[in-house]
């Protein structure tokens, strides 16, 4: 049977209805909101979007966020007046930075959880507390945090269903606070983003969201350990700050990410490096440049990502397969001395 | 038993497909790599209506990906746009602006598809590479070297442009479309059902829109801050008679006859003979001023056989459209004297010159 419209009246239409409800219950209790503060979007692009376009006010359009913040909040931001602070070694953002940045006009402070290339934990609670003082609302991307660690009480937040094993192309924003809609249509969503809801989607987002486990660190960990012990010149970006227990980016002294990460694709692993653009080539990832690392360095630094079903066998071969691929490379490189 | 590991350049276009499509057939493990050169978005002055073809487009890069997944084989894009603007972009728009009509697929060759890719190659685990080039190469067991051989479709003939690759280049190399005609490919395209058979062959420059470099030099100049303030000069005969002005130096090519705007008309056609960045000059004359016998070669290669000690004799090409000519080759203290036994048209200096003894490519160098 076709699933009906959950705008519908009739009885199709309720019951999918009804499960979208369940769904947004569902994705309320992850994150620790009311269920009616929950807008399905198409995953978390345009949650933020909706964010930082949806809190402008008249005599309001300015945005505060961070060096290291997902194009998907960096590219919004830029489209409005935006001072962009920067962050430290680790890739923290001071909170005193976002203080003194705040403006009679700023209309939003957006600071994320948790760094998708790092994994660093950001003190959006510090954020927050400093917001309130000003009267400033706060949007936290936590797409990387739902799931991993705690998320924060922001007055927005937004979360995404693939990083938690759902569907992909579904998200919400988690609005504590009024949000005027960017785009238009009918009153889906309590008026706050039109359209047909993504009904399969959400039902899958709801359910991954009933069955987050937070990822141990101790794989990670060994994981590391094994590179660090094993293959020389080696450094693990971030990892003075708090991390979430799934990733790991480690700089490989004088050699390129990119022969690397296909090399290891190749031999069945899949890591990545910087930031895929339009073709799928790579480009140096800004947020290793905004902690400090050239644009040579930023290019030697994988990222490895840990998931559900991993085991401490394949952190070994994952090594083992790595530490050739690495010394050829190496040899090649001209820049290793 | 299984073969090497071959990492095939793909471009999206007819040729790099039919050579991925024929290892693979052949039993080869292949792994197809797209080079992105270049970002069509950078200069958006430069943007038209054609916009597609053109050379690290997203649809050149769509085709690849659907031909190496129609084959079968791995692919991915790498990443090579810092290089290539450093080893290729950058000198072209400076030897431009220096009055010299440089090269810019030669300095890709040299410096990005036979040097940095072949490393990229060498990176990801693959033994030698292979491209959709028209040229050949042998071992020759008599004198122990890699040869280079112009390529079996004298049209398509790509050996003036692969001057620059050395031995050990040569030896991990595969130009498996070298003893083809054109023809036999885009039925070879069609026979492996490649999603590209009948793409059009690209024509310019990859990285210039339609061919007008002077309009790429004064955008890429404006974006990089070199100053592009007009540099009018003046138009000369060799004589020294001054016929009118120009706009800029890098606004001309040896040989060119159009485009030469002169207040006192001569009675015969006037070509464009030299340029004098010094004095933004640029010197005109009529068709037989411009032939010249004697030029010299710098920064040589010597490819299929060893630096020669004395004179030789060979075909020598100057421009990739010219017909080889007879020549001796004299040593010089750096590269050659080059002497014609006819004297040629429109020899240009920063353009290569290509020694040749019928098929065989013997080395080529830059005529200084």
Redesign the interface.
């Known amino acids: 049977m076709a699933p009906g419209n959950a705008s519908s009246i009739h009885r199709f239409g309720q019951e999918a209805k009804q499960r979208m409800e369940l769904a947004r219950r569902q994705v309320a209790m992850a994150v620790g909101a009311k269920p009616d503060q929950v807008i399905f979007t198409g995953g978390g692009t345009e949650a933020n979007n909706l964010a930082i376009f949806g809190s402008l006010r008249p005599g309001k359009r300015h945005v505060i966020t961070t060096a290291v913040e997902h194009p998907a909040v960096l590219s919004p931001a830029r489209e409005v007046e935006a001072t962009v602070v920067p962050v430290d070694g680790q890739g923290l953002v001071d909170p005193d930075e976002i203080r003194r940045a705040i403006r009679p006009d700023t209309a939003l402070i957006s600071v994320m959880s948790v760094n998708n290339e790092l994994g660093t934990i950001q003190p959006v609670g510090e954020v927050l507390a400093i917001a309130r003082e000003h009267g400033v609302p706060v949007h936290t991307d936590a797409v990387q945090a739902l799931g991993k660690t705690a998320v924060p009480a922001a007055d927005f937040v937004t979360v995404s269903a693939h990083k938690v094993y759902g569907p992909q192309g579904v998200g919400a924003l988690v609005a504590r606070m009024p949000v005027s809609k960017v785009t238009f249509g009918g009153h889906h969503e309590r008026d706050r983003r039109p359209g047909t809801e993504n009904v399969a989607g959400i039902v899958g987002f709801g359910a991954a969201c009933a069955d987050l486990t937070a990822p141990e660190a101790s794989l990670r960990d060994r994981l590391e350990e094994l590179i660090l012990e094993r293959i020389p010149r080696t450094r693990v970006n971030g990892r003075g700050a708090p991390r979430v227990g799934n990733t790991t980016n480690v700089l490989f002294e004088g050699?390129?990410g990119?022969?690397?990460v296909?090399?290891l694709?190749?031999k069945g692993f899949a890591v990545s490096s910087g930031a895929a653009?339009?073709?799928?080539?790579?480009?140096p990832s800004h947020v290793l440049t905004a902690i400090g690392l050239s644009?040579e360095d930023a290019r030697s630094c994988l990222r490895f990502s840990l998931g559900r079903g991993n085991t401490e066998e394949q952190v070994v071969a994952l090594v083992e397969a790595l530490e050739p691929?690495v010394a050829?490379?190496r040899k090649?490189s001209p820049a290793y001395a | 038993m299984p073969k090497e590991t071959i990492a095939v350049a793909m471009s999206g276009g007819v040729d790099s497909s039919v050579v991925a499509g024929l290892l693979h057939r052949e039993g080869y493990d292949c792994?197809g790599?797209?080079m992105?050169l270049w970002n069509q978005r950078r200069l958006p002055e430069l943007a038209t209506e054609q916009a597609t073809g053109r050379c690290?487009s997203?649809d050149d890069?769509y085709d690849a990906?659907a031909v190496a997944n129609f084959v079968g084989i791995?692919y991915?894009?790498?990443?090579f746009?810092?290089r290539f603007e450093q080893h290729v972009v950058k000198p072209f728009v400076e030897e431009y602006l220096a009055g010299r009509t440089p090269i810019p697929c030669t300095l890709c060759n040299n410096f990005i598809k036979f040097d940095q890719f072949l490393?990229?190659a060498?990176?990801?685990?693959a033994h030698k590479i292979a491209t959709g080039h028209y040229a050949r190469i042998r071992y020759d067991e008599a004198s122990g070297r890699w040869q280079l051989l112009r390529s079996a479709d004298a049209t398509k003939d790509q050996t003036y442009f692969l001057f620059g690759l050395t031995q050990s280049q040569l030896s991990r190399t595969m130009f498996p479309l070298g003893g083809m005609l054109k023809p036999q490919v885009r039925e070879l395209a069609m026979g492996l059902g490649l999603p590209v058979a009948e793409k059009p062959d690209s024509q310019e420059i990859c990285f210039v829109p339609n061919g007008d470099y002077a309009a790429f030099i004064d955008a890429y100049s404006r974006e990089q801050g070199i100053s592009r303030e007009r540099k009018p000069g003046q138009v000369v005969t060799p004589e020294g008679e001054v016929l009118g002005e120009h706009s800029g130096v890098h606004h001309f090519t040896v040989g060119q006859r159009k485009g030469i705007e002169v207040k006192r008309q001569k009675p015969e056609p006037l070509y464009l003979i030299e340029t004098n960045p010094a004095t933004r000059q640029v010197v005109v004359g009529s068709n037989a001023e411009l032939l010249r016998a004697e030029l010299e070669v710098g920064q040589i290669n010597w490819i299929s056989i060893a630096e020669p000690t004395a004179a030789i004799r060979a075909e020598v090409r100057i421009r990739n459209r010219h017909t080889p000519a007879w020549a001796t080759l004299t040593p010089r203290e750096r590269g050659v004297a080059v002497r014609f036994d006819v004297p040629q048209r429109a020899v240009t200096p920063g353009q290569a010159a290509v020694f040749y003894e019928g098929d065989l490519v013997l080395g080529g160098g830059w005529i200084v």
């Open positions: 050699i390129e990119e022969p690397l296909i090399g694709d190749l653009c339009s073709s799928g080539a790579v480009e644009r691929v050829r490379l090649l | 792994v790599l797209t992105q690290c997203l890069v990906r791995p991915y894009v790498v990443n746009e810092d490393e990229m060498d990176g990801v685990g």
